[in-house]
């Protein structure tokens, strides 16, 4: 009994110490979308494009062909021969039985004999001759692939002797070959001014990313009010109450950013930057990779800088 109960209090410990694991390993914003969403975002990745009906055909394997049928065994000719001898002996033997006297019933058998041997001769003899024929025919002009005497030059068609040659090949250029498909094409930026400093955007944008991941393991709500939006700053304290008084650890391992568009409204512009690198959720463990885009909002009027203002999964 208190093996059973030892038993059943190492599992409830294992659970419990796995869901922990699972709640620390949450990035900010608990891996969830939270705040300020982009239409442009949830547009910009659809489902994959069916492949073209030739693609597809060309993809499918073709139908076996049927196996051909076994060819049917031709009857043996020496067969019919060897049956007609017998056959001859049969009848002699049968006409003798009906009471013909012995010497006719003997001339009747020779004269079957005879004949069947003729005809074997004759069978032999068109055999042979079939043979020389065939062999003959293989050596004719344009008889075959199986000849082996060249044809006649004068008798070489002019075929396509009238048609203007092909150009030459052009060289495949370099980076794509026949067997490779080609690179596919980055997504078109929306809304992104030709003057706008991407460069210096995106790494602002990496540098506070990793500075409110720390602010979300120290449950530093103030630095967090600092970067977000009221929306946003609610959500993550509210989470941060949730659990509990336990901090949390996010190691930002690598990260990387693209501007995917900018969005102008009456108010405010809209940047949608996408994060993706791998985070290591404890210490010691191993790093997972992460994706996610963070909607950056700033005021039209350029009173403050750029904040949070909310996170969309993809």
Do not use: C
């Not at 002797?161 to 495949?172: C, E, K, T, W, Y």
């Not at 930057?273 to 404890?282: D, H, L, P, T």
């Amino acid at each position: 009994m208190k093996l059973k109960k030892f038993m059943v209090g190492m599992m409830l410990a294992a659970t419990t110490v796995s869901m922990l694991g699972e709640a620390l390993a949450r990035p900010m914003g608990g891996g969830r979308s939270i705040g300020r969403q982009s239409q442009s975002v949830s547009r910009q990745a659809p489902a994959p494009a069916p492949a073209p009906a030739a693609a597809q055909r060309q993809a499918q394997p073709a139908p076996a062909a049927p196996a051909p049928a076994a060819a049917a065994k031709p009857p043996s000719r020496w067969k019919g021969l060897l049956g007609g001898a017998l056959l001859g002996l049969g009848l002699g033997a049968l006409l003798s039985h009906f009471g013909l006297g012995g010497a006719l019933a003997s001339m009747i058998s020779t004269l079957l004999m005879v004949a069947l041997l003729a005809g074997a001769a004759y069978f032999i003899y068109r055999m042979v001759r079939g043979k020389r024929e065939n062999n003959g025919a293989g050596n004719a002009p344009f008889a075959g692939f199986g000849g082996n005497t060249p044809a006649p030059a004068g008798n070489t068609p002019d075929i396509g002797s009238r048609i203007a040659p092909l150009p030459p090949l052009q060289p495949v250029s370099s980076g794509v070959g026949l067997d490779k498909p080609a690179a596919p094409v980055a997504p078109a930026q929306w809304g992104v001014p030709a003057d706008f400093d991407q460069a210096a955007f995106l790494r602002h944008a990496k540098s506070n990313f990793i500075r409110l991941q720390a602010a979300w393991d120290k449950a530093d709500v103030n630095d967090i009010r600092e970067f977000t939006t009221p929306e946003v700053y609610a959500e993550l304290r509210m989470q941060i109450q949730e659990r509990g008084a336990q901090a949390d650890f996010t190691d930002v391992v690598t990260i990387d950013a693209e501007l995917l568009g900018i969005e102008t409204s009456v108010n405010d512009y809209l940047a949608s930057v996408k994060f993706i690198g791998q985070i290591r959720s404890a210490p010691g463990a191993a790093a997972e990779p992460f994706s996610e885009v963070w909607n950056m909002s700033k005021p039209v009027s350029g009173s403050t800088g750029w904040v949070l203002a909310g996170i969309q999964q993809l």
